[in-house]
């Protein structure tokens, strides 16, 4: 099962739309591309994330092979889609909120 998806996510979502582009000063993760909220599932499906790194759900790619994910605290980390496992997550932010304030406009 699917980690929940933080409230803050999809109120960003409600009030911005799917977010495409870079954040800020060279943070990670660079580039983003935010899955619209209904498409999550399916995305998580497609990559085999609950098979390859449960506890995780993804909602977001780099564009670089890998993808952004939550955990049950709603941490945001970016995981390698090729050779995705817990050992290569790499915390990016401390949450949604804090992660989305990099993103430039």
């Known amino acids: 099962m699917l980690p929940p998806i933080p409230f803050d996510y999809?109120?960003?979502?409600?009030a911005n739309g799917p977010f495409e582009g870079f954040t800020l000063e060279e943070t990670e993760p660079g580039y983003v591309a935010l899955w619209p909220v209904n498409k999550i599932v399916e995305m998580n499906s497609e990559i085999e994330i609950e098979r390859y790194a449960p506890g995780f759900v993804g909602f977001a790619g780099n564009g670089g092979g890998e993808v952004l994910v939550f955990d049950n605290?709603?941490?945001v980390f970016m995981l390698p889609l090729i050779g995705m496992e817990l050992t290569q997550a790499i915390c990016v932010a401390k949450n949604f909120g804090e992660l989305a304030r990099r993103f430039a406009r």
Request: charged letters at 25%; aromatic letters at 12%.
């Open 73 to 75: 605290a709603g941490t």
């Open 10 to 14: 999809i109120e960003y979502m409600r």
